[in-house]
């Protein structure tokens, strides 16, 4: 018993030891992406998730509902019959003139009508102000990096507050681009149709407020549905942070964006109508009657072209018309603050979880669990996008996870392969290749630190070697020794056996270890019979050195027996130690005094249980033990008889 519990301890500490690495690497993968997510170097981290928001959001495009909006678009069909961009303003305002005949709740013009740079009046501005005039008008503005001088701004717009709004990413620029005064005075209200886009980036969003000359504006779709409310002002309240126009309630995010959700290419066009038409005749400006009417250029000589996720050449007055329908649906997906530090967290969760598996699940399924778990949270964060409108990210969590998986699960292969060349290096001549398989798929399966079997233990000597060494020489015995070693070696593992050890001309083999034999016993009664019977041959093949090897004694036992590793570092030894160990080598000094060449223990003659015929020898007194015990031996050792 202390044996076996020195054995267990001294070898359950390196197999510790390994273990960590796996769970250690697998920790700094997972902290390392974690940090990578949060600090977002680059930002790599947002335009990934943008891009895949972008896409959530395109394959479930706004539902088609009954709106109020219709876009009146300037064409190249416009262009073509009614004369090159840009237009003069007594077009516009012919234009501007049949959209208010057709009595719609209001107007939005699209098109900045900037200032002349006479100052002389123009019959042409003085027509298109008086149309202006007629209908509920927003006009467009822009916000301009250089700084306004000697301007005459409007007034911030009015916005009431309720509770503590806080917005301290609002866009602010120096600068302004307004209309023509006379336009100003004549409209109902100014909204910026700047978008925030960065470089190279499609347009997301639009802005809900943004400040320009240090004056506040409201963004151009939000000015519209006050225009069209008849609204004065607009009520910023908190908590929960929200801009509320008229009846309509819109979130608002600290930037003071809003997040842009497009309908079908179908959906939007549906909501056209061709400038050109209207101008013509061919269509009635009652169509419009009751409509919000956002006009503006889709021809691509007048630049209001943008890259959106729907479509890389959307015009800006169908992107703001888009906003317009969002405000009145209260179709706006949202991204709380919150939801990057969950999304952090599921990573970290998803992760710890992956690491586990591959600790402790086999590779196949590890891998299973790992991709039911990133399944599972993709479809729940496109559950929550789509259908809550609560954007959340369906990916980063997915790679955090699958970065600290991927170091776990390549560190646990690192460990596997160096295992199985270990053991196919350490195992190779001494198990039978199918053994030594099932230690690789398997290497539990080995009680390494320590454990108590059944085995039957098979020791064996050469009669007379030292004496032989001394009479050939060196050279011939090496030669020699190498046959037998070859021929002997290569039963044991046929039969099964383990080769534990080989000292000098001994054999030291173990059967039903490391891993069970069936009639071990049996297994290795037949192959002693089968090594005398090799040995004799080699004796007789009319080598001279070879006649003069002696025969080979053999001693069996089987009985209870501790097994384990046993060494430091490299230098490691799985072998077996107990009575049934002890005795085998007993019994095969016995042969000398008996003349047998193979003898058996009672434990292998137990475990038989009369399978094969056997001589009994009687009780005999064995070095080392104070009582004596019955000794057997095979019948034929040759061929032994199987009753």
Not at 71 to 87: C, H, K, N, S, T
Request: charged letters at 20%.
């Amino acid at each position: 018993m202390t044996l076996s519990c020195e054995v267990r301890h001294r070898r359950m500490r390196p197999i510790k030891a390994g273990a960590r690495l796996v769970p250690l690497v697998g920790g700094l993968c997972l902290l390392a992406a974690l940090a990578a997510a949060l600090l977002d170097p680059g930002n790599v981290v947002r335009n990934l998730r943008e891009n895949v928001f972008d896409r959530m959001l395109i394959w479930s495009p706004r539902p088609n509902a009954t709106s109020p909006v219709i876009v009146v678009e300037i064409g190249r069909d416009a262009l073509a019959e009614f004369g090159p961009w840009p237009w003069p303003r007594s077009r516009l305002a012919e234009l501007v003139d049949r959209i208010a005949h057709g009595q719609p709740k209001s107007v939005a013009i699209n098109i900045v009508l900037s200032p002349r740079e006479t100052t002389e009046a123009d019959p042409a501005d003085e027509k298109l102000a008086q149309a202006i005039a007629r209908v509920p008008t927003v006009l467009a503005m822009l916000l301009d990096p250089a700084p306004s001088s000697a301007l005459s701004l409007p007034s911030s717009t009015p916005i009431a507050t309720q509770g503590v709004v806080e917005v301290p990413d609002l866009l602010q620029m120096p600068g302004v681009v307004l209309p023509a005064p006379a336009f100003v005075a004549n409209a109902r209200g100014l909204g910026v149709t700047s978008l925030p886009a960065e470089e190279g980036q499609p347009v997301r969003s639009v802005y809900l407020l943004a400040a320009g000359a240090d004056t506040l504006f409201a963004g151009f779709a939000v000015e519209t549905v006050k225009a069209a409310e008849g609204s004065s002002n607009l009520i910023a309240s908190a908590p929960p942070q929200a801009l509320r126009v008229g009846r309509y309630t819109i979130p608002l995010p600290h930037d003071g964006t809003m997040r842009l959700h497009f309908a079908t290419r179908a959906d939007r066009s549906r909501l056209t109508i061709p400038a050109e038409a209207l101008l013509s005749g061919r269509i009635a400006p009652q169509v419009l009657a009751g409509k919000i009417v956002m006009l503006g250029a889709s021809a691509p000589e007048a630049g209001g072209l943008r890259l959106t996720p729907a479509d890389p050449f959307m015009p800006s007055v169908e992107i703001e018309a888009e906003a317009v329908e969002q405000v009145i649906s209260g179709h706006i997906p949202t991204r709380p603050e919150a939801m990057a530090w969950i999304e952090i967290a599921i990573g970290g969760l998803i992760g710890v979880l992956g690491i586990l598996s591959v600790i402790y699940l086999s590779p196949a399924r590890a891998l299973v669990a790992v991709a039911a778990l990133s399944a599972a949270w993709i479809a729940i964060a496109l559950m929550l996008s789509t259908r809550s409108l609560l954007l959340t990210d369906p990916l980063i969590p997915v790679l955090i996870a699958l970065i600290a998986v991927q170091g776990a699960g390549l560190t646990q292969f690192a460990r596997t392969y160096r295992q199985r060349v270990a053991i196919e290096r350490r195992f190779a001549l001494h198990l039978p290749p199918e053994i030594i398989r099932r230690i690789v798929e398997n290497p539990k399966e080995i009680g390494f630190a320590g454990e108590t079997r059944m085995i039957t233990a098979l020791i064996t000597d050469i009669e007379g070697f030292t004496a032989l060494t001394e009479r050939i020489g060196p050279e011939a015995t090496i030669s020699l020794l190498d046959r037998y070693i070859e021929t002997v070696a290569g039963i044991i593992v046929s039969h099964g056996g383990m080769v534990d050890k080989i000292v000098g001309d001994a054999f030291h083999a173990f059967f039903n270890a490391p891993l069970d034999l069936p009639d071990h016993a049996e297994k290795a009664v037949t192959c002693a019979c089968a090594i005398v019977e090799a040995t004799e041959r080699l004796r007789q093949d009319g080598n001279p050195v070879a006649a003069q090897l002696g025969r080979t004694r053999i001693g069996i036992e089987t009985g209870l027996a501790v097994l384990g590793d046993v060494g430091r570092g490299s230098r490691r030894d799985y072998t077996a130690y107990g009575r049934a160990v002890n005795l085998a080598s007993r019994l095969e000094g016995a042969n000398k005094r008996l003349g047998t060449s193979v003898l058996l223990g009672p434990g292998t003659v137990a475990e038989l249980r009369g399978r094969i015929s056997l001589r009994n020898h009687g009780m005999i007194e064995i070095s080392g033990l104070d009582e004596k015990i019955q000794v057997f031996e095979p019948e034929s050792v040759s061929s032994p008889q199987i009753s």
